[in-house]
């Protein structure tokens, strides 16, 4: 065996081993001592994809292709990094070339849905996850798919909730044990809480369960977290600090992952993430702990028999007939159903920068995937009644030529001029990021999939959000947290509610200007920004789930008789 042999295998093992700096520095140096071996690149890319180094994969992976480029996975593993380093027209390119050289190519399907998505193509994209469903019918492809639901609006809730329990009867109910662990009375003793998630890092879901982790009663609780990436960064090390218990899980198989839960006894698992990317619900399906909550990182049901519960609030989720928002119980919390923790060093809010000649800027710092055949129309027609302002779009891969391209011709069905859509892609600092919004009056909320960390943004900055209530959780997010800064005034029940109250304020400059000085402070001193006190409320909801569950186990063991 060569030398560049040896270290391109000890680097796979230590990948496979979940060590990924430790194969990294293996396949680097295999990759010096055979720089046109394209089997080490592809390792190397790969990776480097798993540390979450999209471009510097992306370089690597480039080489791989230009030597083998007629092997359509080194075309599907490089549209994959060219997606994580926002060039979303090359990754498409990539992907229509792995499909080209085999047309069946599950995998590419997948992630060129995943292309599309980004472009807000979600017609095209459902077609794509839909067919590498056929080819390859993995829980993680079928969940693809349903995320890309969620930004339809044609779909009606009932249907949404069809197709999740879809998922659950095909991947998960032949994974429920026999029996399921039993729930045993507290006695004085503190409940055990484990956290799923692959987003214990730099993510939107760590601006809400931060504030939690930080404030958990640990008199009354044992936090454990369940890490499902290799890739860590200064989020993931201050999370870790907060956490009595931390668990890196991304090596480990779903039924490993089970039996360390069982043997860490925790009381109550809770699911961070739904069907998004890197989830562990076969875990949950396994009934690794007598509780199981879905909560925060999936604005829908999992579909899952094996999941007790989802939390929600009377807003997103208004009471009434729960049966049809899927199996889960619902656990309503009072006020909202999170909190949110703005990043440390965040500016100070300012007025719009520019003079009286400045045109008026509305925005939108959602996903495109967010950007709804609806919402377009809706946002065309408030340039329409708004002449001389702009529509700023920031979002990762915005800066694609292809994905402008096609979110300018969307806009142009319905009248509005390329001139009158500015488009942000850069991946910038979050002080940078959120210092865009000096330049913004207006932030307008997609529909039916609301924006959620960028709806908190928004309004930590001073900048009101006009937003439309739908049917579905996700789609009632803006009027969740609008209700928390007392701005219910700014959440339309329809369309044309919507065009109309995001004309008024745009020409109520004094209203705006008053709102500048006081959204931040409404914000966090709300119910949305005050941690503790929502982790209060949140921690009673998580002991009335337990001992509801003790009264169950209890209602099933059966009485001795006397003689």
């Known amino acids: 065996m060569t030398p560049a042999e040896t270290h391109h295998q000890r680097g796979l093992a230590l990948r496979r081993q979940g060590r990924a700096e430790e194969a990294l520095a293996e396949l680097e140096t295999a990759a010096g001592l055979a720089p046109g071996h394209?089997?080490?690149?592809?390792?190397?890319?790969?990776?480097?994809?798993?540390?979450?180094?999209?471009?510097?994969?992306?370089d690597v992976l480039s080489r791989a292709v230009a030597l083998v480029p007629q092997v359509p996975e080194a075309?599907?593993?490089?549209?994959?990094?060219?997606?994580?380093?926002?060039?979303?027209?090359?990754?498409?390119?990539?992907?229509?070339?792995?499909?080209?050289?085999?047309?069946?190519?599950?995998?590419?399907?997948?992630?060129?849905?995943?292309?599309?998505?980004?472009?807000?193509?979600?017609?095209?994209?459902?077609?794509?996850?839909?067919?590498?469903?056929?080819?390859?019918?993995?829980?993680?492809?079928?969940?693809?798919?349903?995320?890309?639901?969620?930004?339809?609006?044609?779909?009606?809730?009932?249907?949404l909730v069809g197709r999740h329990r879809e998922w659950d009867r095909r991947h998960a109910r032949a994974l429920r044990p026999a029996r399921r662990r039993t729930a045993l009375p507290r006695a004085g003793r503190r409940l055990r809480i484990g956290y799923v998630s692959p987003d214990f890092c730099q993510h939107a879901v760590a601006f809400f369960?931060?504030?939690?982790?930080?404030?958990?009663?640990?008199g009354q609780f044992e936090v454990f977290c369940y890490y499902n990436?290799?890739?860590?960064?200064?989020?993931?090390?201050?999370?870790?600090?907060?956490?009595?218990?931390?668990?890196?899980?991304?090596?480990?198989?779903?039924?490993?992952?089970?039996?360390l839960i069982r043997q860490d006894e925790i009381d109550i698992l809770v699911d961070l993430a739904g069907h998004t990317a890197g989830h562990r619900l076969p875990v949950f399906?396994?009934?690794?702990?007598?509780?199981?909550?879905?909560?925060?990182?999936?604005?829908?049901?999992?579909?899952?028999?094996?999941?007790?519960?989802?939390?929600?609030?009377?807003?997103?989720?208004?009471?009434?007939?729960?049966?049809?928002?899927?199996?889960?119980?619902?656990?309503?919390?009072?006020?909202?159903?999170?909190?949110?923790?703005?990043?440390?060093?965040?500016?100070?809010?300012?007025?719009?920068?520019?003079?009286?000649?400045?045109?008026?800027?509305?925005?939108?710092?959602?996903?495109?995937?967010?950007?709804?055949?609806?919402?377009?129309?809706?946002?065309?027609?408030?340039?329409?009644?708004c002449p001389g302002a702009q529509l700023l779009l920031k979002s990762p891969g915005a800066g694609d030529p292809g994905t402008q391209a096609h979110c300018r011709g969307e806009f142009a069905r319905h009248g509005t001029g390329p001139e009158r859509i500015r488009f942000n892609g850069e991946a910038l600092p979050m002080r940078r990021h959120l210092e865009l919004y000096h330049g913004c009056d207006l932030a307008l909320d997609p529909f039916p999939y609301n924006g959620t960390t960028t709806t908190c943004?928004?309004?930590?900055?001073?900048?009101?959000?006009?937003?439309?209530?739908?049917?579905?959780?996700?789609?009632?997010?803006?009027?969740?947290?609008?209700?928390?800064?007392?701005?219910?005034?700014?959440?339309?029940?329809?369309?044309?509610?919507?065009?109309?109250?995001?004309?008024?304020l745009a020409a109520d400059a004094d209203r705006r200007a008053e709102l500048r000085l006081t959204l931040r402070s409404r914000l966090l001193a709300g119910p949305l920004g005050q941690g503790a006190a929502f982790t209060r409320n949140y921690e009673a909801a998580l002991v009335r789930a337990w001992d509801a569950a003790v009264a169950r186990d209890r209602a099933r063991v059966p009485v001795a008789q006397a003689g």
Not at 40 to 56: C, F, K, P, S, V
Not at 237 to 259: F, G
């Open 38 to 58: 394209p089997m080490i690149l592809l390792n190397l890319g790969a990776t480097l994809l798993d540390l979450d180094r999209a471009a510097a994969a992306a």
């Open 75 to 159: 075309r599907n593993i490089l549209g994959c990094a060219l997606l994580g380093a926002g060039r979303v027209s090359a990754a498409r390119h990539e992907l229509e070339e792995a499909l080209r050289l085999r047309r069946s190519y599950s995998a590419a399907h997948d992630n060129l849905g995943r292309v599309c998505r980004a472009q807000g193509c979600m017609a095209e994209a459902l077609e794509h996850f839909q067919a590498a469903l056929a080819g390859a019918p993995t829980p993680a492809t079928h969940s693809n798919a349903l995320l890309a639901g969620n930004y339809v609006g044609e779909l009606a809730p009932a249907e």
């Open 209 to 218: 369960i931060a504030p939690v982790l930080a404030a958990h009663d640990r």
């Open 229 to 259: 990436r290799a890739g860590q960064d200064a989020v993931t090390a201050a999370l870790r600090s907060v956490a009595e218990h931390w668990r890196d899980i991304p090596a480990l198989n779903d039924e490993a992952v089970a039996e």
């Open 285 to 385: 399906a396994r009934q690794a702990a007598p509780v199981q909550i879905t909560w925060l990182g999936y604005p829908n049901t999992t579909g899952m028999a094996a999941m007790d519960y989802r939390i929600t609030d009377d807003i997103c989720l208004p009471a009434g007939d729960d049966t049809r928002h899927g199996p889960e119980e619902l656990l309503r919390l009072p006020d909202v159903f999170c909190c949110y923790q703005p990043p440390p060093d965040c500016p100070p809010p300012a007025a719009p920068a520019g003079g009286a000649d400045r045109p008026f800027t509305f925005c939108s710092f959602n996903h495109f995937a967010k950007l709804s055949a609806g919402t377009i129309a809706v946002w065309a027609r408030i340039l329409a009644e």
């Open 457 to 504: 943004e928004a309004l930590l900055m001073g900048v009101p959000v006009v937003t439309l209530a739908g049917a579905t959780h996700a789609a009632r997010v803006g009027a969740s947290f609008l209700r928390c800064v007392g701005l219910s005034g700014l959440v339309a029940s329809d369309k044309s509610e919507y065009v109309r109250r995001a004309v008024r």
